[in-house]
């Protein structure tokens, strides 16, 4: 990594963490038991969160409640949480799988930042808005494949504001795979705001933002 691209994620990650709610210790195994079981592909009772982690369904809502990005059904069954979604709840052209159980993925960046927080390897399968398919395996690690090797990504650094009220359309909408750079220089040029990471800034970008998240329970 050359020091200039250093220097943009240091710069885009404490942007990007910014736009996260701080959490403290109770918070941060809330959100990664939220992850591990929607995972498993069904949506996620209140009950069964503050089963897991011996404490109240009261006290679950409330932090449930005051989060942006958790999305639940008519029976308050969470089915999306920042970046990860039950297919039926939210169809995406971004799909992750980990376990023999697919999964969506809000936006490219998502695929990078969840296997991570998952404690699971995920193969994943991506439609370009050239509507080319790449694809990658990424481990809690590192990334251990791409198709096509120097595929790239779009980012955006988006309005705080606009985030906590609506994630998808301020900011999941603008994160894409590109298959090349000049595909992906191309799609910038004509979104005012973007601009291209490598796949392997991407991911360095994936696990400072986990870091900076989830540093007690990642430990």
């Known amino acids: 990594m050359t020091a200039k691209s250093k220097v943009l994620l240091d710069e ?66 969470i089915v999306g949480y920042w970046g990860l979604a039950l297919p039926a709840a939210y169809p995406s052209p971004h799909t992750v799988t980990v376990s023999d159980q697919s999964l969506s993925a809000w936006c490219a960046w998502d695929t990078l930042f969840l296997p991570q927080l998952l404690g699971q390897v995920a193969e994943i399968e991506s439609n370009t808005p050239q509507d080319l398919r790449v694809y990658l395996r990424v481990t809690p690690e590192r990334i251990e494949f791409t198709y096509p090797v120097d595929m790239q990504m779009s980012f955006l650094l988006p309005d705080t504001a606009a985030v906590q009220k609506d994630v998808l359309n301020a900011f999941c909408h603008f994160v894409h795979f590109f298959p090349s750079q000049e595909a992906g220089q191309s799609w910038v040029t004509q979104h005012p705001g973007t601009f291209l990471l490598s796949i392997e800034e991407a991911h360095d970008l994936a696990r400072r933002k986990n870091q900076a998240q989830y540093r007690n329970v990642l430990m």
């Open 12 to 77: 885009v990650t404490a942007y990007i963490v910014g736009l996260f709610p701080s959490l403290n210790m109770f918070e941060q195994r809330l959100s990664i038991e939220l992850y591990r079981l929607l995972a498993k592909g069904q949506p996620v009772p209140r009950q069964t969160l503050a089963q897991r982690l011996e404490s109240n369904v009261e006290t679950v809502n409330k932090t449930l409640d005051s989060w942006p990005g958790v999305f639940s059904n008519e029976r308050r069954q």
